[in-house]
C-alpha cells in the first residue's frame, strides 16, 4: 500500500504523542495538517508564522527523526504557513517554505501583506537603548495591593490574579473586564501587567488604550506600513487593551486586532480587555470578534459597597500618609457611593481645603467639601421615619419607645431617635416632644445633650449613632 501524507503524519504523531507532554501535543502538534507526499518530501500546514517558528525551534529535531523513521534518510519536511487576512470575503494567503529556503506565495488579496524579511518597526521604543525593547506603558502605582478586593469586584480581581500567575496557560483568555467609569478597569488590567513583569520578567507585557491603537494602525496604514504594525504586536506576550468598545468607530482597526488576537491566542499568549459593557452588549463590533471575547472568562465591576470604600480611603490615607477623624471617613465613605475616582477626588478635595484654609479636618468641613459632590436631597425626613429606623436597628417595639419607662435599652433608643429628629428634621423641639408621648422640649434637649456626652465617651455607642446618621441620610437621598 502506497503512503500518503495523512498516513505519514498520522504515523509521525503516533511517536510524537508518547515523547512530548499532552498539553503541548495538544496545542503544537493537533492543528497540524498534512497537506502533501512527494517523493520523500512531506509538507505539513502549521497555523501562522509564529507556529511555524516555535516547531523549528523548539521540536526541529524530534520532526526530523520521526519523519525519517517513516520515509528514509532522505525524508524532508516543508511547511505551508496559514495567514488570517482579517477579512471572511478573502481566501486566506499561503506561505510555503521548501527546503531551499524560497518562499513563495498565494492571494495578493489579502489586506496585510506578509513581508518575512523587513524589520519590525517598534511604536513603542524606549529611547537610548540599543537594541529593540517595548516599553509595557505601565503605571507602577496600579498594583494588586493597591486594588481593595470587596464582593463588587472579586472575582475580576481574583480572576486577574490568575491571569498574572499564569498567562496564556489558564481558563482566562481573553479576560474581558467590564463596568462604568471609575469602577477600577484601569487600575485592574495595569495591576495584571505589572504582576506579570514581577513574577514573569522574561514576558513582553504592554499595556495600551483602544484609541491608541486605532491611531497607531491609521498611521501606519498612511504610511503604508500595515505589516510593521500587526508585525510588532504579534511579539507581545501580555496584551492588555483598555476601552475596546471604542473599536465601534474603526472598522478597518477591528480587521487588524482580529489578526492579532487569532495570532496571539492560537501561540498561547495572554489577552486582556476591557469595556464599558459585556461583550454582548457592544455595539458596533464584528460578531467574530465578539464570539472570540466570549472565549475566555467577562467579569464585572460594580460600584463598590460602604465597607469597600472606607477600606479605599483608608488604603489611600495610608499610602499617602493622612490621618482623618473615623467620623469623616465615614461620611465620606457613605455619601460619595458613585464610583472609586469621585471617592478619592472628595478626599483630595477635604484635604485641600483643610490645608489653604488652615483648618482641621472634622465632620463640618467634610459636610462643606462634598456637597459639590453630593445631590441636594429631594426626600423630606420625618420624625415617624426616623422613629422606625431606630426601632428596627435596636429590635425595640415601636410601643415602647413612647412610654415611660426606665429600661435602659429603651431610654438610649428614645434619646438617639430624638438627637436624630433634631438634627434631620425641620421640627420644633416641642413637636419633637410630642411625638415621644407628650414629652416637652427640656426632655430633647436633655436626650440630645446626653447622646453628644455618650459619643464622646462611648466607642459602640458612637459607632451605633453614626451608622443610624448614615442610614437616615440614605433615606433622604
Excluded at 231 to 236: A, D, P, T, V
Excluded at 436 to 448: A, L, N, Q
Aim: glycine share 4%; aromatic share 10%.
Amino acid at each position: 500500500m502506497a503512503k500518503t501524507a495523512d498516513i505519514v503524519w498520522s504515523n509521525c504523531l503516533k511517536i510524537i504523542k508518547d515523547i512530548v507532554e499532552w498539553q503541548h501535543y495538544k496545542t503544537w502538534f493537533e492543528p497540524i495538517k498534512p497537506v502533501e507526499l512527494k517523493d520523500y518530501i512531506l509538507l505539513i500546514q502549521v497555523p501562522s508564522q509564529f507556529f511555524y517558528e516555535y516547531l523549528e525551534e523548539h521540536y526541529v529535531n524530534l520532526l526530523a527523526k520521526t519523519l525519517k523513521r517513516e520515509l528514509g534518510k532522505d525524508a524532508r519536511l516543508e511547511y505551508r504557513i496559514m495567514v488570517d487576512s482579517g477579512n471572511s470575503n478573502n481566501k486566506p494567503l499561503t506561505m510555503d517554505i521548501p527546503a531551499n529556503n524560497i518562499k513563495t506565495y498565494s492571494n495578493n488579496e489579502m489586506d496585510f501583506p506578509l513581508v518575512i524579511n523587513n524589520p519590525v518597526k517598534n511604536p513603542f521604543v524606549i529611547p537610548g537603548l540599543k537594541k529593540m525593547q517595548i516599553d509595557p506603558q505601565l503605571n507602577p502605582i496600579y498594583t494588586f495591593d493597591s486594588f481593595i478586593e470587596g464582593d463588587c469586584n472579586r472575582v475580576a480581581r481574583r480572576a486577574g490574579k490568575t491571569v498574572a500567575e499564569k498567562p496564556g496557560a489558564n481558563s482566562f483568555n481573553p479576560l474581558v473586564v467590564y463596568g462604568g467609569v471609575g469602577l477600577g478597569k484601569t487600575h485592574l488590567g495595569q495591576a495584571i501587567g505589572n504582576e506579570v513583569k514581577r513574577l514573569h520578567p522574561s514576558k513582553v507585557v504592554l499595556y495600551v488604550s483602544s484609541e491608541k491603537f486605532i491611531n497607531q494602525f491609521q498611521d501606519h496604514s498612511r504610511n503604508n506600513a500595515i505589516n510593521d504594525f500587526i508585525h510588532f504586536y504579534q511579539l507581545i506576550d501580555v496584551l492588555i487593551i483598555d476601552d475596546v468598545q471604542f473599536f465601534n468607530r474603526a472598522e478597518r482597526s477591528q480587521d487588524a486586532f482580529f489578526a492579532i488576537f487569532n495570532h496571539l491566542h492560537q501561540s498561547g499568549k495572554q489577552l486582556v480587555l476591557s469595556s464599558d459593557k459585556p461583550p454582548k452588549d457592544l455595539d458596533g463590533l464584528q460578531e467574530r470578534l465578539l464570539s472570540r471575547f466570549r472565549w475566555g472568562l467577562s467579569a464585572d465591576l460594580q460600584m463598590p459597597d460602604y465597607d469597600t470604600r472606607i477600606e479605599i480611603l483608608d488604603k489611600k490615607m495610608k499610602n499617602d500618609g493622612l490621618d482623618m477623624p473615623r467620623e469623616v471617613v465615614k461620611y465620606v465613605s457613605y455619601n460619595i457611593n458613585s464610583n472609586i475616582r469621585e471617592l478619592e477626588g472628595a478626599l483630595i478635595s477635604l484635604l485641600a481645603q483643610s490645608s489653604l484654609n488652615k483648618r482641621e479636618i472634622d465632620l463640618e468641613l467634610a459636610k462643606k467639601v462634598l456637597r459639590n459632590f453630593v445631590k441636594t436631597s429631594s426626600k423630606e425626613i420625618t420624625i415617624d421615619t426616623i422613629q422606625k429606623m431606630v426601632c428596627e436597628f435596636f429590635d425595640v417595639p415601636y410601643d415602647k419607645l413612647l412610654q415611660k419607662t426606665r429600661k435602659r435599652e429603651i431610654v438610649q433608643a428614645r434619646q438617639i431617635t430624638m438627637f436624630l429628629a433634631k438634627a434631620f428634621t425641620k421640627n420644633s423641639l416641642k413637636t419633637i416632644g410630642e411625638h415621644f408621648g407628650g414629652r416637652d422640649h427640656t426632655t430633647v434637649i436633655h436626650s440630645c445633650q446626653t447622646v453628644k456626652d455618650l459619643m464622646d465617651t462611648d466607642s459602640l455607642f458612637r459607632e451605633n449613632v453614626m451608622e443610624l446618621q448614615q442610614k437616615v441620610q440614605l433615606a433622604a437621598m
